[in-house]
Antibody, heavy 122, light 106 residues
Framework: QVQVVQSGAEVKKPGASVKVSCKASGNTFNNRYMHWVRQAPGQGLEWMGIINPSGAVTAYAQKFQGRVTMTRDTSTSTLYMELSSLRSEDTAVYYC???????????????WGHGTMVTVSS | IVLTQSPGTLSLSPGERATLSCRASQSVSGTYFAWYQQKPGQAPRLLIYGASSRATGIPDRFSGSGSGTDFTLTISRLEPEDFAVYYCQQYGSSYTFGQGTKLEIK
């Protein structure tokens, strides 16, 4: 049984940064492209970006360019997503998700974390 | 690529057949298309990938079809646990999701 554990809920003030982590049991994430997806309250799913298996290459949705940084520690199978210059519209649940393929980034998202609620409020 | 799902809400009874649609603003590359199910308070779950392949553990009452710009998710006989929100996704040109279809009990 794959276990994916994300960090706990966060409350941040506008202008601050947040860093969310995502850790999987065993080698679940190794050699896979990984994604971050967010969901504002009552809204749909929004793709934020992707990181390759080694962590050397990232690609971000244009909306988040310059504000988001995705990293991974392959030695601990842990992913990180940092979002800066937070505003109220960033209030959402943030999910990590595993791409189904290992040799290219064109894959559906077959395993999801449970999500991390980030609330941005003054 | 913008994905538009219809209907926004679908009201059906257990045992009935459900047909959910997703239309893309331009042709989806290859068969890089997926469907997800999301229940309240839970993460999405992959149902269909490659437009028509069922993910591991997904019952055969779920089926996907389509290509190009028009895709369909069909649930042959609704079970009580199937009432949820369904999202389509294309992953051939970056990654985008539809706005969702809520499947509710009639």
């Amino acid at each position: 049984q794959v276990q994916v554990v994300q960090s706990g809920a966060e409350v941040k003030k506008p202008g601050a940064s947040v860093k969310v982590s995502c850790k999987a049991s065993g080698n679940t994430f190794n050699n896979r492209y990984m994604h971050w997806v967010r969901q504002a309250p009552g809204q749909g799913l929004e793709w934020m970006g992707i990181i390759n298996p080694s962590g050397a290459v990232t690609a971000y949705a244009q909306k988040f360019q310059g504000r988001v940084t995705m990293t991974r520690d392959t030695s601990t199978s842990t992913l990180y997503m940092e979002l800066s210059s937070l505003r109220s519209e960033d209030t959402a649940v943030y999910y990590c998700a595993r791409g189904e393929t290992s040799d290219h980034p064109l894959g559906a998202f077959d395993i999801w974390g449970h999500g991390t609620m980030v609330t941005v409020s003054s | 690529i913008v994905l538009t799902q219809s209907p926004g809400t679908l009201s059906l009874s257990p045992g009935e057949r459900a047909t959910l649609s997703c239309r893309a603003s331009q042709s989806v590359s290859g068969t890089y298309f997926a469907w997800y199910q999301q229940k309240p308070g839970q993460a999405p779950r992959l149902l269909i990938y490659g437009a028509s392949s069922r993910a591991t553990g997904i019952p055969d009452r779920f089926s996907g079809s389509g290509s190009g710009t028009d895709f369909t998710l069909t649930i042959s006989r609704l079970e009580p646990e199937d009432f949820a929100v369904y999202y389509c996704q294309q992953y051939g040109s970056s990654y985008t999701f539809g706005q969702g279809t809520k499947l509710e009990i009639k």
